[in-house]
Protein backbone atom coordinates (compact mmCIF):
# COMPACT_ATOMS: atom_id res chain seq x y z
CA UNK A 1 0.00 0.00 0.00
CA UNK A 2 1.07 3.78 -0.60
CA UNK A 3 2.99 5.72 2.10
CA UNK A 4 2.73 9.32 2.40
CA UNK A 5 6.07 10.66 0.40
CA UNK A 6 5.66 14.73 1.19
CA UNK A 7 2.57 16.95 2.54
CA UNK A 8 1.39 19.54 -0.06
CA UNK A 9 -1.27 21.86 2.16
CA UNK A 10 -2.43 23.57 -1.08
CA UNK A 11 -4.27 27.15 -0.15
CA UNK A 12 -7.20 28.88 -2.65
CA UNK A 13 -6.30 32.55 -1.27
CA UNK A 14 -10.07 33.60 -1.56
CA UNK A 15 -12.53 34.81 0.81
CA UNK A 16 -15.26 34.44 -1.12
CA UNK A 17 -17.56 31.79 0.63
CA UNK A 18 -21.87 31.66 1.14
CA UNK A 19 -21.66 31.18 4.47
CA UNK A 20 -20.70 33.62 7.85
CA UNK A 21 -19.51 31.33 10.29
CA UNK A 22 -18.63 32.88 13.63
CA UNK A 23 -15.58 31.36 14.54
CA UNK A 24 -13.92 31.67 10.95
CA UNK A 25 -11.55 34.47 10.61
CA UNK A 26 -12.57 35.73 7.51
CA UNK A 27 -15.60 36.59 9.76
CA UNK A 28 -13.65 38.03 12.72
CA UNK A 29 -11.40 40.46 10.35
CA UNK A 30 -14.58 41.35 8.09
CA UNK A 31 -12.47 39.94 5.45
CA UNK A 32 -15.22 38.66 3.04
CA UNK A 33 -14.68 39.15 -0.52
CA UNK A 34 -11.17 40.17 0.13
CA UNK A 35 -9.58 38.37 -2.32
CA UNK A 36 -11.09 38.83 -5.76
CA UNK A 37 -8.12 37.58 -7.76
CA UNK A 38 -9.74 34.96 -10.30
CA UNK A 39 -8.02 31.12 -10.26
CA UNK A 40 -6.79 31.81 -13.53
CA UNK A 41 -4.76 28.56 -13.91
CA UNK A 42 -5.06 25.44 -16.40
CA UNK A 43 -5.74 22.17 -15.48
CA UNK A 44 -2.46 21.21 -17.64
CA UNK A 45 -0.78 23.67 -15.21
CA UNK A 46 -2.00 21.86 -12.49
CA UNK A 47 -1.31 18.27 -13.59
CA UNK A 48 2.20 19.64 -14.65
CA UNK A 49 2.85 21.68 -11.07
CA UNK A 50 1.79 18.17 -9.18
CA UNK A 51 3.67 15.80 -11.55
CA UNK A 52 4.51 12.95 -8.46
CA UNK A 53 7.99 12.57 -10.31
CA UNK A 54 8.84 16.48 -8.73
CA UNK A 55 8.08 15.08 -5.22
CA UNK A 56 9.42 11.44 -5.00
CA UNK A 57 6.10 9.21 -4.61
CA UNK A 58 2.47 9.80 -3.23
CA UNK A 59 1.50 12.99 -1.25
CA UNK A 60 -0.91 13.64 0.92
CA UNK A 61 -2.67 17.26 -0.90
CA UNK A 62 -4.64 19.20 1.34
CA UNK A 63 -6.82 21.53 -0.24
CA UNK A 64 -8.22 24.55 1.42
CA UNK A 65 -9.69 27.78 0.82
CA UNK A 66 -9.70 31.15 2.97
CA UNK A 67 -13.70 31.14 2.28
CA UNK A 68 -15.08 28.39 0.33
CA UNK A 69 -12.79 25.74 -1.33
CA UNK A 70 -15.78 24.77 -4.31
CA UNK A 71 -16.56 28.28 -4.78
CA UNK A 72 -15.17 28.53 -7.94
CA UNK A 73 -16.63 26.02 -10.61
CA UNK A 74 -12.37 24.78 -12.06
CA UNK A 75 -11.99 23.56 -8.42
CA UNK A 76 -13.34 20.55 -9.68
CA UNK A 77 -11.32 20.03 -12.59
CA UNK A 78 -7.76 20.68 -10.38
CA UNK A 79 -8.81 18.51 -8.07
CA UNK A 80 -9.42 15.55 -10.62
CA UNK A 81 -5.78 16.49 -11.89
CA UNK A 82 -4.16 16.16 -8.80
CA UNK A 83 -5.29 12.99 -8.57
CA UNK A 84 -4.42 11.76 -11.81
CA UNK A 85 -0.87 12.09 -10.52
CA UNK A 86 -1.18 9.79 -7.84
CA UNK A 87 -1.51 11.42 -5.18
CA UNK A 88 -3.77 11.56 -2.19
CA UNK A 89 -6.01 14.63 -1.47
CA UNK A 90 -8.33 15.30 0.97
CA UNK A 91 -10.29 18.77 0.28
CA UNK A 92 -12.04 20.78 2.98
CA UNK A 93 -15.29 22.24 2.40
CA UNK A 94 -19.04 23.27 3.84
CA UNK A 95 -20.61 20.88 1.75
CA UNK A 96 -23.38 22.74 0.22
CA UNK A 97 -22.61 22.90 -2.99
CA UNK A 98 -24.23 20.53 -4.35
CA UNK A 99 -23.83 20.29 -7.98
CA UNK A 100 -19.66 20.06 -7.63
CA UNK A 101 -20.28 16.66 -5.55
CA UNK A 102 -22.66 15.49 -8.55
CA UNK A 103 -19.58 16.77 -10.94
CA UNK A 104 -16.93 14.85 -8.50
CA UNK A 105 -18.89 11.69 -7.99
CA UNK A 106 -18.24 10.90 -11.50
CA UNK A 107 -14.93 10.74 -11.51
CA UNK A 108 -13.27 7.36 -11.79
CA UNK A 109 -13.35 4.92 -9.18
CA UNK A 110 -9.57 4.73 -8.81
CA UNK A 111 -9.64 8.51 -8.32
CA UNK A 112 -12.57 8.88 -6.03
CA UNK A 113 -10.80 5.81 -3.79
CA UNK A 114 -7.79 8.07 -3.05
CA UNK A 115 -10.44 11.34 -2.24
CA UNK A 116 -11.10 12.41 0.76
CA UNK A 117 -13.28 15.03 2.30
CA UNK A 118 -13.62 16.80 5.72
CA UNK A 119 -16.95 18.07 5.65
CA UNK A 120 -17.01 20.80 8.16
CA UNK A 121 -20.45 20.98 9.98
CA UNK A 122 -20.90 24.82 10.66
CA UNK A 123 -24.15 24.13 12.08
CA UNK A 124 -25.80 27.39 13.14
CA UNK A 125 -25.56 28.17 9.40
CA UNK A 126 -26.74 25.15 8.17
CA UNK A 127 -29.50 25.89 10.57
CA UNK A 128 -30.12 29.45 9.50
CA UNK A 129 -29.66 29.20 5.79
CA UNK A 130 -31.96 25.62 5.74
CA UNK A 131 -29.49 23.39 4.16
CA UNK A 132 -28.70 20.61 6.81
CA UNK A 133 -30.52 18.10 4.51
CA UNK A 134 -28.60 19.26 1.89
CA UNK A 135 -25.47 19.37 3.58
CA UNK A 136 -25.60 15.59 5.01
CA UNK A 137 -27.33 14.02 1.32
CA UNK A 138 -23.75 15.50 -0.05
CA UNK A 139 -21.79 14.43 2.57
CA UNK A 140 -23.39 10.62 1.68
CA UNK A 141 -23.44 11.11 -2.06
CA UNK A 142 -19.94 11.32 -1.65
CA UNK A 143 -19.39 8.71 0.58
CA UNK A 144 -21.64 6.13 -1.64
CA UNK A 145 -19.18 7.23 -4.91
CA UNK A 146 -16.55 5.59 -3.02
CA UNK A 147 -14.83 8.61 -1.59
CA UNK A 148 -13.76 8.76 2.25
CA UNK A 149 -15.23 11.49 4.33
CA UNK A 150 -15.08 12.94 7.82
CA UNK A 151 -17.51 15.28 9.29
CA UNK A 152 -15.50 17.98 11.68
CA UNK A 153 -17.01 20.42 14.46
CA UNK A 154 -16.00 23.70 15.23
CA UNK A 155 -17.53 24.36 18.52
CA UNK A 156 -18.40 28.25 19.39
CA UNK A 157 -20.19 28.57 22.52
CA UNK A 158 -23.14 29.82 21.20
CA UNK A 159 -23.69 26.02 19.86
CA UNK A 160 -23.53 24.24 23.74
CA UNK A 161 -27.13 24.29 23.27
CA UNK A 162 -26.83 22.04 20.44
CA UNK A 163 -24.91 19.28 21.35
CA UNK A 164 -27.57 17.04 21.76
CA UNK A 165 -29.30 17.79 18.24
CA UNK A 166 -25.83 17.17 16.30
CA UNK A 167 -25.22 14.09 17.98
CA UNK A 168 -28.56 12.87 17.62
CA UNK A 169 -28.57 13.92 14.05
CA UNK A 170 -24.79 13.03 13.17
CA UNK A 171 -25.96 9.40 14.32
CA UNK A 172 -28.74 9.01 12.04
CA UNK A 173 -27.21 10.86 8.92
CA UNK A 174 -23.44 9.37 9.31
CA UNK A 175 -24.07 6.27 11.70
CA UNK A 176 -21.51 8.31 14.07
CA UNK A 177 -20.91 11.52 16.03
CA UNK A 178 -18.72 14.11 14.26
CA UNK A 179 -15.59 15.09 15.06
CA UNK A 180 -14.38 17.74 17.38
CA UNK A 181 -11.78 20.71 16.96
CA UNK A 182 -10.95 23.43 18.79
CA UNK A 183 -11.66 26.74 17.47
CA UNK A 184 -8.77 29.47 17.70
CA UNK A 185 -8.83 33.18 17.86
CA UNK A 186 -6.23 33.96 14.67
CA UNK A 187 -6.56 37.64 15.60
CA UNK A 188 -3.94 36.52 18.43
CA UNK A 189 -0.20 35.46 18.17
CA UNK A 190 -0.61 33.34 20.57
CA UNK A 191 -3.61 31.70 19.27
CA UNK A 192 -5.55 31.25 22.83
CA UNK A 193 -9.42 29.11 21.96
CA UNK A 194 -11.82 31.11 20.66
CA UNK A 195 -14.39 31.20 23.74
CA UNK A 196 -15.83 32.43 26.86
CA UNK A 197 -14.42 29.67 28.75
CA UNK A 198 -11.21 28.66 29.59
CA UNK A 199 -9.37 25.57 27.13
CA UNK A 200 -10.09 23.13 30.52
CA UNK A 201 -13.39 24.08 30.56
CA UNK A 202 -14.31 24.17 26.45
CA UNK A 203 -12.40 20.53 26.84
CA UNK A 204 -14.73 19.00 29.16
CA UNK A 205 -17.76 20.40 27.26
CA UNK A 206 -17.29 19.17 23.93
CA UNK A 207 -15.16 16.13 24.83
CA UNK A 208 -18.30 14.29 25.01
CA UNK A 209 -18.32 13.48 21.40
CA UNK A 210 -15.42 11.40 22.30
CA UNK A 211 -13.32 12.67 19.65
CA UNK A 212 -10.17 11.39 19.43
CA UNK A 213 -9.26 14.81 17.73
CA UNK A 214 -10.21 17.07 20.32
CA UNK A 215 -8.39 14.99 22.56
CA UNK A 216 -4.90 15.64 20.75
CA UNK A 217 -5.46 19.11 19.89
CA UNK A 218 -5.87 19.54 23.36
CA UNK A 219 -2.97 17.94 24.27
CA UNK A 220 -0.64 19.83 22.41
CA UNK A 221 -3.11 23.05 22.24
CA UNK A 222 0.01 25.80 23.66
CA UNK A 223 2.09 24.02 24.09
CA UNK A 224 5.61 25.17 22.38
CA UNK A 225 7.18 22.01 20.15
CA UNK A 226 11.07 22.08 21.30
CA UNK A 227 11.32 18.37 18.57
CA UNK A 228 12.89 19.18 15.44
CA UNK A 229 10.25 19.88 12.87
CA UNK A 230 10.90 18.76 9.10
CA UNK A 231 8.17 21.07 7.85
CA UNK A 232 10.05 22.87 4.41
CA UNK A 233 11.61 19.33 3.88
CA UNK A 234 8.78 16.99 4.17
CA UNK A 235 6.40 20.07 3.22
CA UNK A 236 5.37 22.84 2.07
CA UNK A 237 1.96 25.54 2.62
CA UNK A 238 1.71 26.36 -2.08
CA UNK A 239 -0.47 29.23 -3.01
CA UNK A 240 -2.47 27.76 -6.10
CA UNK A 241 -2.86 31.29 -7.71
CA UNK A 242 0.49 32.27 -7.65
CA UNK A 243 2.43 29.08 -6.97
CA UNK A 244 4.30 31.17 -3.87
CA UNK A 245 5.81 28.19 -1.83
CA UNK A 246 6.72 28.39 2.00
CA UNK A 247 8.01 26.04 4.41
CA UNK A 248 4.82 26.31 6.41
CA UNK A 249 2.06 29.26 6.90
CA UNK A 250 4.08 31.77 8.24
CA UNK A 251 6.92 31.63 6.66
CA UNK A 252 9.11 33.28 3.74
CA UNK A 253 8.44 32.62 -0.07
CA UNK A 254 11.04 30.09 -1.08
CA UNK A 255 10.17 28.87 -4.44
CA UNK A 256 7.34 28.44 -7.04
CA UNK A 257 5.65 25.12 -7.66
CA UNK A 258 4.88 26.46 -11.35
CA UNK A 259 8.87 26.95 -12.46
CA UNK A 260 8.41 23.88 -13.69
CA UNK A 261 12.32 23.84 -14.05
CA UNK A 262 13.65 24.37 -10.68
CA UNK A 263 13.80 21.37 -8.31
CA UNK A 264 11.14 21.24 -5.18
CA UNK A 265 12.87 23.21 -1.96
CA UNK A 266 13.88 20.78 0.97
CA UNK A 267 14.80 22.56 3.67
CA UNK A 268 13.78 22.37 7.16
CA UNK A 269 12.04 24.75 9.47
CA UNK A 270 14.12 23.13 12.33
CA UNK A 271 12.28 25.08 15.02
CA UNK A 272 9.14 26.58 15.36
CA UNK A 273 8.37 29.98 16.70
CA UNK A 274 4.59 30.12 17.23
CA UNK A 275 2.97 29.19 20.59
CA UNK A 276 2.06 25.67 19.42
CA UNK A 277 1.59 23.84 15.82
CA UNK A 278 -0.83 25.08 13.97
CA UNK A 279 -2.84 22.43 12.79
CA UNK A 280 -1.14 19.95 14.89
CA UNK A 281 -4.17 17.24 14.11
CA UNK A 282 -2.86 17.00 10.78
CA UNK A 283 1.33 17.94 10.63
CA UNK A 284 1.90 16.07 13.71
CA UNK A 285 0.01 13.01 13.15
CA UNK A 286 1.26 12.29 9.54
CA UNK A 287 4.94 12.82 11.30
CA UNK A 288 6.33 16.13 10.64
CA UNK A 289 7.99 15.93 14.01
CA UNK A 290 9.10 11.89 14.19
CA UNK A 291 9.74 12.53 17.73
CA UNK A 292 7.05 13.12 19.15
CA UNK A 293 4.46 10.66 20.04
CA UNK A 294 1.05 11.25 18.18
CA UNK A 295 -1.65 9.13 16.97
CA UNK A 296 -2.12 8.27 13.50
CA UNK A 297 -4.08 10.54 10.67
CA UNK A 298 -6.36 7.70 10.70
CA UNK A 299 -7.15 7.68 14.11
CA UNK A 300 -8.29 11.51 14.20
CA UNK A 301 -10.37 10.79 11.00
CA UNK A 302 -11.91 8.16 11.11
CA UNK A 303 -15.04 6.96 12.70
CA UNK A 304 -16.94 3.47 12.73
CA UNK A 305 -20.19 3.33 12.51
CA UNK A 306 -23.25 1.26 13.91
CA UNK A 307 -23.51 -0.80 11.21
CA UNK A 308 -19.86 -1.49 11.68
CA UNK A 309 -18.93 0.51 8.12
CA UNK A 310 -16.03 3.44 7.98
CA UNK A 311 -15.94 7.03 7.31
CA UNK A 312 -12.59 6.31 5.79
CA UNK A 313 -12.28 3.81 2.93
CA UNK A 314 -9.28 1.58 2.63
CA UNK A 315 -6.71 2.90 0.64
CA UNK A 316 -7.45 6.20 2.52
CA UNK A 317 -7.04 4.44 5.94
CA UNK A 318 -4.35 2.98 5.42
CA UNK A 319 -2.39 6.23 4.17
CA UNK A 320 -3.41 8.34 6.83
CA UNK A 321 -2.01 5.47 8.76
CA UNK A 322 1.58 5.77 7.12
CA UNK A 323 4.07 8.53 8.92
CA UNK A 324 6.53 10.94 6.87
CA UNK A 325 9.34 9.36 8.47
CA UNK A 326 9.07 5.83 6.64
CA UNK A 327 9.62 7.24 3.10
CA UNK A 328 12.02 9.89 4.27
CA UNK A 329 14.94 9.84 5.46
CA UNK A 330 16.01 11.10 9.01
CA UNK A 331 18.71 14.04 9.54
CA UNK A 332 21.80 13.45 11.75
CA UNK A 333 22.33 15.38 15.14
CA UNK A 334 24.94 17.75 12.85
CA UNK A 335 21.99 18.68 10.25
CA UNK A 336 19.36 19.17 12.67
CA UNK A 337 22.13 21.53 14.25
CA UNK A 338 22.63 23.45 11.16
CA UNK A 339 19.10 23.92 10.94
CA UNK A 340 18.03 25.10 14.00
CA UNK A 341 20.70 27.63 14.27
CA UNK A 342 19.41 29.39 11.26
CA UNK A 343 15.64 29.06 12.97
CA UNK A 344 16.99 31.00 15.90
CA UNK A 345 18.17 33.64 13.85
CA UNK A 346 15.10 33.97 11.81
CA UNK A 347 13.15 33.93 15.29
CA UNK A 348 15.33 36.84 16.74
CA UNK A 349 14.83 38.79 13.20
CA UNK A 350 11.43 38.22 13.63
CA UNK A 351 10.86 39.79 17.24
CA UNK A 352 13.55 42.71 16.08
CA UNK A 353 10.84 43.43 13.52
CA UNK A 354 7.69 43.23 15.84
CA UNK A 355 9.49 45.67 18.49
CA UNK A 356 10.48 48.17 15.76
CA UNK A 357 6.84 48.00 14.19
CA UNK A 358 4.78 48.70 17.34
CA UNK A 359 5.82 52.15 18.43
CA UNK A 360 5.57 52.93 14.36
CA UNK A 361 1.72 51.73 14.36
CA UNK A 362 0.86 53.39 17.71
CA UNK A 363 2.75 56.75 16.06
CA UNK A 364 0.66 56.20 12.91
CA UNK A 365 -2.32 56.00 14.73
CA UNK A 366 -1.51 59.30 16.68
CA UNK A 367 -1.29 60.86 13.67
CA UNK A 368 -4.37 59.88 11.92
CA UNK A 369 -6.16 60.63 14.93
CA UNK A 370 -4.84 64.04 14.49
CA UNK A 371 -5.66 64.50 11.16
Known amino acids: MDKVKKMLLVHIPTGRCNFKCPYCFITLNKAWEGDRDELNRTEDEIRKAFDMKRFGGPCYVNLCASGETLIYPQVVGFLK ?18 QRFQEISKFPKELLERLSFKFSLQYTELLRLGLMDTFFENVNLMRSSGASINVELTPVDEEEQYIDEIKKICKEKVGAWCHITIARDDRDEKIPVLSEHTLDEYYNIW ?3 DSNMIDFKKSVFQQYRNEFCYAGAWSLYINLFTGDMRQCYQKPVCGNIYDYN ?8 GKCHLSHCYNAHMLMTLGLLPDADTPTYTQIRNRVCEDGSEWLQPKVKSFFNSKLSESNELYSEEEKKKYIKEAKSFIRRRKIKKIIKRPITKISGIINKEK
Open 262 to 269: RPIPEKPV
Open 207 to 209: STF
Open 81 to 98: AILENGHYVELVTNGSLT
